[in-house]
């Protein structure tokens, strides 16, 4: 009977972490203190930063690939990779998508251990674990709008243009007026596309993202940028 109760509940809590991440294949969760573990023991693992290459290249953990959901060749990299080794995705500055590609495509590829690291990056160093750096973005101090501001902010500048580098289903389910959408995974190739003679304001989720992206646009030519402050979720607070 026991035993029978412990196999009931491995299932259920397989089946919740599933319906949880939104993936359709078999992918779990993994504390930052174990994958740590993990890889301190010289277990065979594979550390994915799926989220965006700028804020991989600017810090990510040790000896992890910088991978983006939307790469297009993750089959031919998931099947250079030993059968036996376990694979663990996160993202830097945001959750990782339910609809990442390339964790789909390992999926497809009939890989058996896959992970996502609970809590992403911030969990992975609030454990006290080490980062590198392969391409550091320097900040740059530039004014945070607060979301009380907002309309004042429009009023006062010159011509405004509010820059959303959430995920193209994030944007699309919510997002501010007259906003145009640049994921943060795709402004290293697309931020020429953005009017130099704006006045621009960087929107997120939580504040985070927008100081890296902003940073990146000025040392990329932009004279003129600013910050949502705390991002959506604190203008989602405000406006409640």
């Known amino acids: 009977m ?25 992918i779990r969760q993994v504390d930052a203190q174990t994958l740590g573990t993990w890889m301190g023991q010289s277990q065979k693992v594979t550390v994915i930063d799926a989220g965006s290459l700028l804020a991989c290249l600017d810090t990510k953990i040790p000896g992890a690939w910088c991978l983006p959901c939307d790469h297009e060749k993750g089959a031919a990299f998931f099947s250079s990779l030993p059968r036996e080794n376990k694979i663990v995705f996160y993202a830097a500055n945001q959750p990782l998508d339910a609809d990442c590609d ?3 495509q390992a999926q497809d590829g009939d890989r058996k251990d896959l992970y996502v690291l609970e809590g992403g990056l911030a969990a992975w160093r609030k454990a006290g674990n080490p980062v ?16 009380k501001n907002l309309s004042a902010w429009k ?3 010159n011509n405004p243009l509010v820059v959303d580098i959430r995920s193209p289903k994030a944007f699309a389910a919510g997002h501010l007026d007259g906003a145009v959408n640049f994921p943060l995974t795709r402004l290293h190739v697309e931020y020429a596309e953005i009017p130099l003679d704006r006045t621009l304001l960087m929107v ?10 902003a940073s990146y646009l000025v040392r990329k030519g932009f004279p003129n940028v600013r910050r949502l402050k705390g991002g ?3 203008y989602r607070r405000g406006a409640q």
């Open 132 to 147: 590198v750096s392969e391409k550091r973005i320097p900040r740059i101090a530039l004014a945070a709008v607060k979301p």
């Open 204 to 213: 997120d989720e939580d504040g985070t993202g927008s100081f890296l992206a």
């Open 155 to 157: 009023k006062t500048v």
């Open 232 to 234: 959506m979720a604190e």
């Open 2 to 26: 026991k035993s029978k109760t412990l196999l009931l509940l491995t299932i259920v809590l397989t089946v919740f972490c599933m319906t949880k991440w939104g993936w359709a294949g078999p």
């Open 102 to 104: 390339l964790i789909r």
